[in-house]
């Protein structure tokens, strides 16, 4: 159980253009999905903490014109890179975090590589 | 805020040994670790938490151990194996869900 998946596991697209990646929950409702962005031979960066039904909670630094993200419902989260630029290209994984009892585990997708050329 | 980080890279290790990777934080008040593996171009995958109230965790062939007088944090991996080859990051959390990960140690394992 616990499986979180992404899609598409990679993206080419031009600069200029926008680029949405999804995260879904298959067998768990999350109330709490994250995403993350990692550069080549770095870790984890948090973006933002998405809600399921509220604003997402950015991280400082990270714009949120730039990087939309929607929780419309308990297994499903989307970024939406806009105007992708070159240096937005990146490793994206999201995680999702299970309700139960008090634990802060988080379950993490397989990631999405995103090549702005 | 809360920083967690590595020492070391890199670690190299021969097929059998047992491995140990490190980790220091900064903030006291981060009360909740975990370590994760992450193999190439995939996402992290978990492999032992422990919580600030305790000292020590073994899980299946790993051991996690926590000083909190030295804010330091170690991963034991027992009889490594070729499969143990990733990069492992520890991360903290200091009661809002969010983790903060530190850089990561890549572990080679020499056949």
């Known amino acids: 159980g616990a499986v979180v998946s992404q899609h598409p596991s990679w993206v080419i697209c031009k600069s200029g253009t926008s680029v949405k990646i999804e995260c879904r929950s298959l067998d768990f409702q999350a109330t709490t999905m994250f995403w993350y962005r990692q550069f080549p031979k770095q870790s984890l960066m948090l973006m933002a903490t998405s809600n399921e039904g509220s604003k997402a909670t950015y991280e400082q630094g990270v714009e949120k014109d730039k990087f939309l993200i929607n929780h419309a419902s308990l297994t499903l989260s989307t970024l939406t890179v806009t105007s992708a630029h070159p240096e937005d290209s990146s490793f994206y994984i999201c995680?999702?975090?299970?309700?139960?009892?008090?634990?802060?585990?988080?379950?993490f997708g397989p990631g999405t590589r995103l090549t702005v050329t | 805020g809360e920083n967690v980080g590595l020492h070391l890279p890199t670690l190299s290790v021969q097929e059998g040994d047992n491995s140990i990777i490190n980790c220091a934080y900064s903030?006291?008040?981060?009360?909740?670790f975990i370590w994760y593996k992450q193999e190439s171009g995939k996402g992290p995958q978990f492999i032992i938490d422990?919580?600030?109230?305790?000292d020590k965790r073994q899980g299946q062939r790993v051991t996690v151990l926590l000083n909190k007088t030295v804010k330091h944090l170690s991963l034991q991996i027992a009889a490594t194996q070729p499969g143990d080859s990733a990069v492992y990051f520890c991360?903290?959390?200091?009661?809002?869900?969010?983790?903060?990960f530190g850089s990561g140690t890549r572990l080679l394992v020499r056949p």
């Open positions: 995680s999702a975090r299970a309700p139960r009892d008090l634990s802060y585990e988080q379950y």
């Open positions: 422990i919580r600030s109230n305790m």
């Open positions: 903030n006291s008040a981060s009360d909740y």
């Open positions: 991360a903290g959390s200091k009661g809002s869900y969010k983790l903060i």
